[in-house]
């Protein structure tokens, strides 16, 4: 029988301390800056704690959201029903080894990507801009600039639906454009990678070349989510929404970047619906002119 909220803050407390709010505004922890609010949002800060959370949940009858690092996601106005769990700072450790990393799935894969080439470590280089954290980009298996997450995955850790703690190898997940294939509900905790020792001064050329492209051709200092669309085969979004017209578009305080038509930037006070909206416009635009239909990179989640 489901419970109310007020009862499962309870159990909530009781697994993780203090570290459970209601009604907490969600556009604080998200890239977008967008979103309303959580019914419960709830920080557990181990392996062990998200366990008891994901029990706790579904023992109550409520719905889990995993928030992650709030990137890549857009939030509806109306709130997340039930718990909302965001990754404490114990999901961000990072442990070295000659040939690869563990990394915690809170950390940020971007700075993992830094941490590796300043190691003489290859295999991450594409990853440097990209947002979000680990568990995040494990997930979509994020990639730009021709590489992946998912080849140099050796094992991923996490917590499955029915809450037991887990470990699932690389090769065992069947990694696609987007995708990672990991089983319904399991939820990543840390992922081990295997990279390839490299000349130092060879992968940070190629990490700054990265970096000045992403900087050239991406909206900088405005709050986003990257990429909105995924990349229909044989197109990219980006270049389909500028030869909609679509360049500069605005609903709200919503706008299609006039840097890369493929990211809608807030702002300042964009609505979850003002951005939908521009969404909308872009899909229906694009398969007038193209009959191509883009399909979201970013996941919708919410009351809306």
Known sequence: ???????????????????????EPLARHTSFRIGGPADVLVEPGS????????????ESG????????????LVGDGGIR??????????????????????GAGAHIGKLARAA?????????????????????????????????????????????????????????????????????????AVSFRLTPATA??????LAELRDHRIASQPQGTANAGSIFKNPPGHTAGRLIEAAGLKGRRIGRARISERHANFIVNDGGALASDVQALMAEAQRAVWERNGVWLEPEIKLVGSW
């Open 62 to 73: 409520q719905p889990l959201t995993v928030l992650g690092g709030g990137s890549n996601l």
């Open 82 to 103: 039930g718990v909302v769990v965001k990754l404490g700072p114990g999901f961000r450790r990072v442990e070295w080894t000659e040939s690869g990393v563990t990394a």
């Open 117 to 189: 080439v300043a190691r003489g470590l290859s295999g991450l280089e594409f990853a440097e801009g990209i947002p979000g954290t680990v568990g995040g980009a494990l997930f979509m298996n994020a990639g730009a600039y021709g590489g992946e997450v998912g080849p140099a995955v050796a094992a991923v850790d996490g917590v499955t639906a029915d809450g037991r703690v887990e470990t699932i190898a690389g090769g065992a997940l069947s990694f696609g454009y987007r995708r990672s294939g990991l089983p319904d509900g399991f939820l990543v905790t």
């Open 1 to 23: 029988m489901e419970e109310g909220v007020e009862a499962t803050c309870a159990r909530l407390v009781a697994a993780v301390g203090g570290r459970v709010r209601r009604a």
């Open 201 to 206: 001064d060879a992968i940070a050329r190629r």
């Open 47 to 58: 392996p062990n704690e998200l366990a008891q959370v994901v029990r706790a949940a579904s």
